[in-house]
C-alpha cells in the first residue's frame, strides 16, 4: 500500500461524457502527478501540482483539466470523452526533501463506450 | 532529461540473480538513474535509486558504471512474485525552484520469472 487513494477504481462511461477521477496523496506529500496508461502505450505523463499550483505540463488534452485543492487532494476532469480516452490514470505523489521517488496509487481504470 | 534503452524483455530462473542492464549514454552529471517496476496492471513501484555510487536495499542493488552511461539493476533471487515491467529512468533530483521535473518512463524491460 503506497499511500496514495484513487477513486473510482473502475469507472464506465458513453463517449461524450465527462468524468472525474480523485486522488488523494500520501500524508505530507504536497506534489501529486498524473499519468495516462493506454494499452498500446507506456506511461504517459499529463501533469504536476505542487502545494496547489501546476508546476509540470505533459501530453494533456485540451479536453482534460485538473486541480489540486487546499487540502492537497487531486482531481482530473476529462470531458468530451472519445474511445481513445480509455485507459489506466494512475496519479502518484512525492514528498519535498524527499529523494524523488513517486508513490503511485492503484490506478482509475476508465472505459469509454 | 536523458533517454534510456533496455532491452524489451528478459526471462530469468525462479531463484537466480536478475540483472536488468539500462543504457544511459547521454546523463548528465546531476541527474539520477531511478528504477520502478509495474506488476500487471498496478501502480508502478519505486525499486532504488542512485547518483554515482552502488546501492543496495532490500529490494535490489544499483550498480552504476563509473562513466555512469549505463547501470544494472540487480534482483539477487528473483521469485515469481517479481515478474513484472522495469522502467530505468534519470532524471535531475527536484529541488529548490526545480519542482517542474517529471519522471519519463520508456517501455521497460518485461523481466518473466520462469520456475
Known amino acids: 500500500d503506497s499511500g496514495v487513494t484513487q477513486t473510482p477504481k473502475h469507472l464506465i462511461t458513453a463517449t461524450g461524457q465527462r468524468v472525474t477521477l480523485r486522488c488523494s496523496p500520501r500524508?505530507?506529500?504536497?506534489?501529486v502527478y498524473w499519468y495516462q496508461q493506454s494499452l498500446d502505450q507506456g506511461l504517459q505523463f499529463l501533469i504536476q501540482y505542487y502545494n496547489g499550483e501546476e508546476r509540470a505540463k505533459g501530453n494533456i488534452l485540451e479536453r482534460f483539466s485538473a486541480q489540486q485543492f487546499p487540502d492537497l487532494h487531486s482531481e482530473l476532469n476529462l470531458s468530451s470523452l472519445e474511445l481513445g480516452d480509455s485507459a489506466l490514470y494512475f496519479c502518484?505523489?512525492?514528498?519535498?526533501?524527499?529523494?524523488?521517488?513517486?508513490?503511485f496509487g492503484e490506478g482509475s481504470r476508465l472505459t469509454v463506450l | 532529461d536523458a533517454k534510456t534503452t533496455q532491452p524489451p524483455s528478459m526471462d530469468c530462473a525462479e531463484g537466480r540473480a536478475a540483472n536488468l542492464p539500462c543504457n544511459h549514454s547521454?546523463?548528465?552529471?546531476?541527474?539520477?538513474v531511478y528504477w520502478y517496476r509495474q506488476i500487471h496492471s498496478q501502480g508502478p513501484q519505486y525499486i532504488i535509486h542512485g547518483l554515482k555510487n552502488n546501492e543496495t536495499n532490500e529490494m535490489a542493488s544499483l550498480i552504476i558504471t563509473e562513466d555512469r552511461k549505463s547501470s544494472t539493476l540487480i534482483l539477487p533471487h528473483a521469485t515469481l512474485r517479481d515478474t513484472a515491467v522495469y522502467y530505468c529512468?534519470?532524471?535531475?533530483?527536484?529541488?529548490?525552484?526545480?519542482?517542474?521535473?517529471?519522471?519519463?518512463f520508456g517501455p521497460g524491460t518485461r523481466l518473466s520469472v520462469l520456475p
Open positions: 500524508s505530507g506529500d504536497l506534489s
Open positions: 502518484a505523489s512525492s514528498p519535498r526533501g524527499g529523494s524523488g521517488e513517486l508513490f
Open positions: 547521454t546523463i548528465s552529471g546531476n541527474e539520477y
Open positions: 529512468i534519470v532524471r535531475v533530483l527536484a529541488g529548490g525552484n526545480n519542482y517542474g521535473q517529471n519522471f519519463v
